[in-house]
């Protein structure tokens, strides 16, 4: 396949990524049982500023490649690309998806979303255009603190979490199921959508999948 349209169809597959990524992020927010961690620090700050979950998203995300610099790591297309279309996806199906209050009704958005976010994270890595600005954060605390993968993440998680519970952010049962489940149900996938035609072949180090929001 010629390079340059190798490198457009692997920019398609990053954009309906990070689309379906903010979409999914969205039907946990409405499933209304408990967001990913990050989203929870998002729905905090809506309680504290005036402002939509995707533009916060947007916000927060702007402040973690901030603490990249200290951290000596470097954005790529992909980064720059979550940034900004995350939110806006987020905010474009939080006004067409209502709040679920019926248990049915929110257990079957929670588990789409889930899906979706499982499928979406494998579907914008697979290009590996460059990690997220909340991978970088992680891997910027492994580089330089010389922590392993899992505590840095354990810390960065258990932070906003935190924040995010004090502000009010919908911390409940989805948040551990999303914590735990996330990981086993991408790595399957990662195959997949790292082996199209136009996917790179050189040998690169896999990012590590994130929870936005």
Known sequence: MAPSRAHALRLIQLGIGLFLYGAATALMVRAAVGVSSWSVLTQGL??????SFG???????FFVLLAWIPL?????????????????????????VPEAHALPMQLFLFTAGLVLLAIATACYIGPRYGTGP??????GLHERLGWPIWLAR????????????????????????????IGPMVQ??????????????????????????
């Open 188 to 213: 399957p996938l990662m195959p997949i959508f790292a082996g199209f035609p136009w996917s790179p072949r050189e040998p690169q180090e896999e990012p590590v999948p994130e929870l936005v929001g």
């Open 154 to 181: 354990t810390v960065v998680e258990v932070t906003v979490v935190v924040c995010g519970a004090l502000l009010g952010g919908d911390l409940g049962l989805g948040t551990l199921v999303a914590t735990f489940a």
């Open 72 to 96: 000596r790591q470097k954005p790529g297309l992909g980064t720059v690309c979550n940034v900004i279309v995350i939110g806006p996806a987020a905010d474009l199906v939080l006004e067409l």
């Open 46 to 51: 809506e309680n504290v500023l005036p402002w």
């Open 134 to 139: 909340r991978d970088g954060l992680m891997v």
């Open 55 to 61: 533009t916060l998203t947007v916000v927060t995300s």
